[in-house]
């Protein structure tokens, strides 16, 4: 039995795609960090708007104990908020005189005191804006 050779001995070259990984992290390397700060700056603002939520039940909680000062529910809701947020805080306070009426505790937190501005290059810009929580108990 003969075998016939192919005429397909010579071989085809191609040239070698230098740089081509380069252009690709050009393109891919902008969306993900894009995506990377994304996910940073909304995790953090996400904790800092439990944060601010808790610090407000807490000073509500406060606030519905009987003879209670409304300059202490705002201490004690500033420290719920821990030592860097409780410098940017606003916190009032709406007490109430007779038992059965209602308190209310509003905390306000700018965001960039809550998390790092990073997505302003992406046209998502915190500053301007702020985390509110507001609760309202009845006074015991």
Do not use: C
């Not at 790092?116 to 301007?128: E, I, K």
């Amino acid at each position: 039995m003969q075998t016939q050779k192919l005429n397909s001995t010579r071989r085809v070259r191609r040239r070698p795609l230098r740089g081509i990984l380069s252009a690709e992290l050009i393109l891919a390397l902008p969306v993900l960090l894009m995506v990377g700060a994304m996910m940073f700056e909304i995790g953090m603002l996400l904790h800092a708007r439990g944060v601010v939520v808790d610090a407000a039940r807490n000073g509500a909680r406060h606030a519905s104990y009987v003879d209670i000062e409304p300059e202490s529910v705002r201490e004690h809701t500033l420290r719920s908020l821990g030592p860097f947020m409780s410098r940017f805080a606003d916190v009032s306070v709406r007490s109430a005189e007779r038992t059965g009426d209602p308190v209310e505790v509003v905390v306000r937190v700018p965001m960039q005191a809550a998390a790092p501005n990073l997505l302003w290059p992406f046209g998502f810009d915190l500053r301007g804006r702020e985390l509110i929580a507001a609760t309202k108990m009845t006074k015991e």
